[in-house]
């Protein structure tokens, strides 16, 4: 019941210059679903693509009234020399977070993400991570014969892999949320998404 609600965790980088250090800021909410109030604190880190710890936070102090939300909270991490993501190498990082009562663990998750930075310039077209990039794409339905929209998550990363096999680096979804399944399949393999 004091748990962190995933539905609100987002993760914003920003490429720093010219160190090409990268902040992290991850915004959050923790739920409280008990009668009476509540104490916790909860953690976060930030590991690379071989799972070793690259910037940790300290914990945070949570007081969260009965059955209450905590509202919009933020922590700010930074990575030195962080592998960005592209198209051509899709470096993915780990947040990791951790909620505690005491000294136990009551909830606990992990959202990945890629550091990267990207621009539209009037006139010059798309840049990634300050390389111009030519924007090769198609749309995506998520529905196939005999499936419908109630694909195995085996199939999501097949069209993903299609996709990339045809040379291409950018799909627009169309018309609904795609399954996390296609979406994880396109940042592991380097394809830039338009919901």
């Known amino acids: 019941k004091f748990h962190l609600d995933r539905d609100t965790v987002r993760i914003v980088t920003e490429v720093l210059l010219p160190s090409r250090d990268a902040d ?3 915004h959050f909410a923790a739920a409280n679903g008990w009668d009476d109030a ?4 909860v953690s976060w880190t930030i590991e690379d693509g071989g799972g070793q710890v690259v910037a940790e936070a300290d914990p945070m102090a949570l007081h969260l009234d009965r059955q209450s939300d905590s ?3 933020s922590v700010k ?3 030195t020399s962080p592998r960005l993501w592209s198209p051509a190498e899709p470096a993915l990082y ?3 977070w951790q909620l505690k009562m005491g000294t136990v663990v009551v909830d606990e998750g992990v959202e990945r993400f890629g550091i990267r930075t990207p ?3 009037p006139r010059q077209g798309f840049f990634l991570n300050g390389q111009r990039l030519e924007l090769r ?4 339905h998520e529905s196939m014969p005999g499936f419908g929209s109630a694909l ?3 199939l999501h990363r097949e069209d993903v892999a299609a996709i990339k096999n045809l040379g291409l680096n950018f799909v627009r979804l169309s018309h609904c949320p795609q399954h996390p399944a296609f979406l994880d399949a396109c940042d592991e393999l380097g394809i830039l998404v338009y919901a």
């Open 24 to 26: 992290v800021a991850i």
């Open 38 to 41: 509540r104490n916790g604190s």
């Open 71 to 73: 509202g919009e909270l």
């Open 77 to 79: 991490l930074r990575v």
């Open 94 to 96: 780990a947040a990791r």
């Open 119 to 121: 621009e539209f310039r």
């Open 137 to 140: 794409g198609c749309n995506r």
């Open 152 to 154: 195995p998550a085996a």
